[in-house]
């Protein structure tokens, strides 16, 4: 379940394909925050995953941690150091023997080129904790509009339900 799944027709769900749009005309008066200007083009792309996890309700909930994105750092066989996604298809993948479908997933699905790369483990780490900040407050900013907008139904529900016991008199 995403936090947006209320508001999001069951007929316009994702269904995991690629092909799927977001819905963001379906969530009313909800946006992330722009990206800061140092996140390259090949970071956006892990920022995009996260966040169209989280509209299209493909984030998994367990033990009260949200994952949209997973990042692991993988050197291929150049030895060079990637991020690379190992959260998709709603699973998390994340021990050696998915090592490769992670790879598969990233060289098919996303593209290597489009991908972040360093010249070590170490620098991936830096790396990889400032996007984090990212998908930090994210989730906290979905999280309170989240119950605002929950808040502003059970007000809403409460008018109507004045209005129709007013009406019936």
Excluded: C
Aim: net charge negative; no cysteine.
């Amino acid at each position: 379940m995403g936090p947006f799944d209320d508001l999001i027709p069951k007929s316009t769900k994702s269904s995991g394909n690629k092909s799927d749009s977001l819905f963001l005309d379906l969530i009313p008066e909800f946006k992330f925050d722009d990206l800061p200007n140092w996140v390259t083009p090949q970071e956006k792309t892990i920022i995009n995953h996260h966040r169209d996890n989280y509209l299209k309700g493909n984030e998994l909930n367990k033990d009260g941690q949200t994952t949209t994105v997973n990042m692991l750092g993988m050197a291929g066989d150049d030895g060079v150091e990637r991020g690379l996604i190992g959260y998709f298809n709603g699973k998390n993948h994340n021990s050696k023997k998915d090592a490769d479908a992670i790879w598969d997933y990233n060289v098919n699905e996303v593209g290597l080129e489009n991908l972040p790369s360093w010249a070590s483990p170490d620098e991936g780490n830096v790396a990889a904790q400032r996007l984090h900040k990212i998908v930090d407050k994210d989730n906290e900013k979905i999280t309170q509009w989240k119950n605002r907008n929950t808040q502003q139904q059970n007000i809403d529900s409460r008018r109507s339900g004045v209005d129709i016991k007013n009406s019936m008199k």
